[in-house]
């Protein structure tokens, strides 16, 4: 029925050391909250600078206990974006909370530093002012309680007004870093750029653990918070079956943890290697017409490349463009949907196409190619081949 694939959508770089520290694991009896899952978070800790690392079995969890962490319930308010994977606004929904979205940076499809300093100021004034930024339904309005801002495709948010913005309302930040392990703003690592940071190991990022994720923070209480609530609640000193909080299943296999912490040893390859595999690109697709390829920002000091996502040009049909790569062999997704407009988002809180204009035109016009560090200069000479035929 599908088209034979010549080049995979992506492809996790698993090695023997990999394979090898698995096997390990299972000849012992622990499989869950033990020594390897120490390890992996001590990796992840010493390489963003971190005071605390929490792991958990995936990068939603980890938001999740953020928004737990930062005190975020029913009616609360959180300024975040509506370009992003659907996951970053879910945790707030989890808690009863509501994403206030702010509309996107063209170039970066980050957080508009701009629009979110107007937002937060507006719905401080509260009246009509707050009111232009709530949805049609589902919110009341109130000062914003916290910010969650999200490292789009590898590049860090504009955290200089972030975290100003943040500190002169008086908002918690939370950094979703699930695409950007490995990624600095003005050299500073991502991940560290708020008051907590979230990594994901979902096989196509950066690194993997199958499933997986990381919450790193400087703030031991919250540290201490996030890792009773992945254990069922309970806090340290509870005895077993004994619950101080509402607590998850969130705790991480040591299967993943060891494929975690061999990975982690070997993350400035595994990162170069998808810097090289963006260069290629880069390099064949730069004045391509048709197409725009990615910006990287001057306060970028290092892209951490999760996928490789172009724009058509304003004329394209990306559907079309997409039916053709396919049927050379070639996969590509649109990336990323808008929040938005999701049905659930829809039915909740009364969007409508055109609320969000940047974020609609992005969604509209992003195609991520073929991405991982294991294509080879072969692979990407094919698909290029395929994407200007494609727009012939
Ligand atoms: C991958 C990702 C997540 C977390 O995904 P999980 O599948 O739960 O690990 C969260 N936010 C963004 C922006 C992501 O890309």
């Not at 707050?130 to 490292?151: F, H, M, S």
């Not at 201490?224 to 998850?248: E, I, K, S, V």
Request: glycine residues 10%; contains cysteine.
């Amino acid at each position: 029925m599908s088209e034979e694939l010549r080049v995979p959508m992506s492809r996790p770089d698993i090695g023997s050391a990999e394979q090898q520290a698995v096997a390990e694991v299972l000849a012992t009896p622990v499989l869950s909250m033990g020594e390897q899952t120490s390890a992996f978070e001590e990796a992840v800790r010493q390489f963003c600078g971190a005071q605390h690392a929490v792991a958990v079995n995936s990068g939603t969890a980890g938001l999740h206990l953020c928004v737990r962490a930062a005190g975020i319930g029913p009616g609360d308010l959180v300024l975040t974006t509506p370009f992003s994977f659907v996951s970053s606004s879910n945790v707030l929904l989890f808690e009863q909370a509501v994403p206030v979205f702010v509309d996107v940076d063209a170039r970066t499809g980050n957080l508009d530093p701009a629009a979110l300093a107007q937002a937060a100021a507006d719905l401080a004034a509260g009246g009509a002012a707050a009111e232009r930024w709530l949805p049609r339904r589902g919110a009341q309005a109130t000062p914003a309680k916290a910010i969650l801002a999200v490292d789009v495709f590898g590049q860090p948010a504009d955290y200089a007004v972030i975290r100003e913005v943040a500190e002169q309302h008086g908002l918690a930040l939370i950094e979703d870093s699930c695409e950007a392990l490995g990624a600095e703003y003005r050299g500073q690592p991502a991940g560290r750029l708020g008051d907590m940071g979230v990594f994901a190991f979902y096989p196509n990022k950066q690194i993997t653990t199958g499933e997986g994720g990381i919450v790193v923070t400087d703030d031991a209480e919250a540290a201490d918070f996030m890792r009773a609530l992945r254990n069922q609640g309970r806090a340290p000193g509870d005895t077993w079956l004994q619950h101080t909080h509402l607590g998850y299943n969130y705790r991480i296999t040591e299967l993943s943890a060891a494929l975690g912490r061999v990975q982690m040893g070997r993350l400035e390859d595994l990162l170069a290697r998808r810097e090289q595999v963006a260069a290629w690109y880069q390099q064949r697709l730069e004045g391509q017409a048709g197409l725009e390829v990615q910006y990287v920002g001057p306060d970028t000091t290092r892209m951490s490349w999760f996928v490789y996502v172009v724009r058509v040009a304003a004329g394209v049909n990306r559907e079309e463009f997409a039916r053709r790569l396919l049927a050379a062999g070639v996969p590509s997704r649109p990336y990323f949907a808008p929040i938005h407009l999701q049905p659930f988002m829809v039915e909740r809180f009364g969007y409508q196409p055109g609320d969000f204009p940047v974020t609609e035109d992005l969604g509209a016009r992003g195609l991520a190619l073929p991405f991982s560090g294991v294509m080879t200069e072969a692979e990407v000479d094919l698909v290029c081949e395929e994407v200007r035929k494609a727009l012939a």
